[in-house]
């Protein structure tokens, strides 16, 4: 049975990276590990580029479905006669924000890219120490 569309992405297990917050820490010794770490790093960069799309996906999504109540709100105020009164009158008492959950993708967005701005980051630095030891 396929996953439910809109249930959390698992990552692959780490055995040198963990991310706590928005912050990649590596832990290596040799330099084995430090290519395996790379490795490592590198994918979980495609996990959270995967992750990012998806989140930029149910954006649009959302502000597609906010777009429409917009645009059906409007037409409702522009109609004539009683019906046309009532929604005018009751759309001086809503509000015009986006809705909440459009926001938090946001945030999530933006904590998505700065994990992958760290990973990059974190695989510069290891790359770097490599050529340094060789």
């Known amino acids: 049975m396929p996953p439910a569309r809109d249930s959390p992405m698992k990552f ?3 055995h040198y990276m963990t991310i706590a917050g928005t912050e990649v820490l590596v832990k290596v010794e040799t330099t084995a590990e430090a290519k395996a770490a790379v490795k490592e790093l590198k994918h979980a960069k495609r996990e ?3 992750l990012r799309r998806a989140l930029v996906k149910q954006q649009r999504r959302a502000e597609a479905d906010h777009a429409k109540t917009e645009k059906a709100k409007a037409q ?8 046309g009164s009532l929604a005018r009158v009751r759309s001086l008492f809503e509000s015009d924000a ?3 959950g459009l926001a938090e993708i946001e945030r999530e967005i933006h904590k998505t ?5 760290n990973i990059e980051s974190c695989t510069l630095q290891i790359q770097g120490r490599l050529i ?3």
């Open 98 to 100: 986006p809705p909440k």
């Open 48 to 50: 959270y580029a995967l």
């Open 76 to 83: 409702a105020r522009r109609r004539k006669g009683v019906m």
């Open 113 to 117: 890219d700065e994990i992958i701005h």
């Open 12 to 14: 692959t297990p780490t």
């Open 132 to 134: 340094k030891m060789t």
